[in-house]
């Protein structure tokens, strides 16, 4: 199994940045993908999630401003973000299970994550 996320980068407050993430090795059209972040000294936190049939989950603090993707004919799952504030600098990471949830510690599979930056 392998989820590889890309698209990370440095973008001044109020910028825009969209997040990929290529999964291999399992059935990828089956599983929640999600997508977390992680800020220094803080806790590892859902973002978004979209179950396999494409309904999405956000948390409070991205909605309105963050959209999540999949294509399941890429094996891919995005994560366009939309004002971005110095809060949101983090590694943000993709996982994948069979059943939604908000928990880090319930997905099964992990990529090494895409480190945001926002700061002007």
């Known amino acids: 199994v392998q989820l590889q996320a890309s698209g990370g980068g440095l973008v001044q407050p109020g910028g825009s940045l969209r997040l990929s993430c290529a999964a291999s090795?399992?059935?990828?059209?089956?599983?929640?993908m999600g997508w977390f972040r992680q800020a220094p000294g803080n806790e590892r936190e859902l973002v978004a999630a979209i179950t396999s049939g494409g309904i999405s989950n956000y948390a409070d603090f991205v909605k309105g401003r963050f959209t999540i993707s999949r294509d399941n004919a890429k094996n891919t799952v995005y994560l366009a973000m939309n004002s971005l504030t110095p809060e949101d600098t983090a590694v943000f990471y993709c996982?994948?299970?069979?059943?939604?949830?908000?928990?880090?510690?319930?997905?099964?599979?992990w990529g090494l994550g895409t480190l945001v930056t926002v700061s002007s």
């Open positions: 090795g399992f059935t990828f059209r089956n599983y929640v």
């Open positions: 996982a994948a299970d069979l059943y939604y949830s908000r928990y880090s510690n319930n997905y099964a599979f």
